[in-house]
């Protein structure tokens, strides 16, 4: 079965640093680029970003609410993709979510979903 | 960043009934235009990709159309099951983005 799974989500102090992890199941995981979506709750959808697969140089993209704070990244071995997220806000308080992209940058496959919630 | 706003941001409608969501660009992405559902509490569900290419597994009364700026999800005959949230993205910018979401309800 084609599975993703994330953890690493709880209670985390604003300013404080939390990393979330995806464990791939049931397909390559190295051929896939991965990314990473969450939803405040009670809000809509927003993506926080990507990573390309090694076969397209395994570089990184992030929305602007979270460049220069959160970095992405994989573990191909493991199947394992990463969210490390630094310096965090209330405003960060949300649903993530991992995924799975296919043709047209659409997302296919999707995590339960871990909560993370920033509040002092 | 590319605005998506979907109109409208709720509908009230019967089963068996067909219903329109139409999803609007800030400016043109081709046919970079995918189509989610979600229920409360669980993840989003690809239903259409390609701004009218039908995901695997997704029943045929869901259909999606449109390029340019003006896209549509249309449900031909409403199922108790297809009630529930339905969200817009385009992919045709690297910076991801979604509409506000339509809330379809059970009138």
């Known amino acids: 079965e084609v599975q993703l799974v994330e953890s690493g989500g709880g209670l985390v102090q604003p300013g404080r640093s939390l990393r979330l992890s995806c464990t791939a199941s049931g397909f390559t995981f190295g051929d896939y680029a991965m990314s990473w979506f969450r939803q405040a709750p009670g809000k809509g959808l927003e993506w926080v970003g990507f990573i390309r697969s090694k076969a397209y140089g395994g570089t990184t993209e992030y929305a602007a609410s979270v460049k220069g704070r959160f970095t992405i990244s994989r573990d191909d071995s493991k199947s394992i993709a990463y969210l490390q997220m630094n310096s965090l806000k209330t405003e960060d308080t949300a649903v993530y979510y991992c995924?799975?992209?296919?043709?047209?940058?659409?997302?296919?496959?999707w995590g339960q979903g871990t909560m993370v919630t920033v509040s002092s | 960043d590319i605005q998506m706003t979907q109109s409208p941001s709720s509908l009230s409608a019967s089963v068996g009934d067909r219903v329109t969501i139409t999803c609007r660009a800030s400016q043109s992405i081709s046919s970079y235009l995918n189509w989610y559902q979600q229920k409360p509490g669980k993840a989003p569900k690809l239903l259409i990709y390609?701004?009218?290419s039908l995901q695997s597994g997704v029943p045929s009364r869901f259909s999606g159309s449109g390029s340019g700026t003006d896209f549509t999800l249309t449900i031909s005959s409403l199922q108790p099951e297809d009630f529930a949230t339905y969200y817009c993205q385009q992919s045709y910018s690297t910076r991801l983005t979604f509409g506000q979401g339509t809330r379809l309800e059970i009138k």
């Open positions: 995924t799975r992209e296919k043709t047209y940058r659409a997302f296919d496959i």
């Open positions: 390609a701004a009218s």
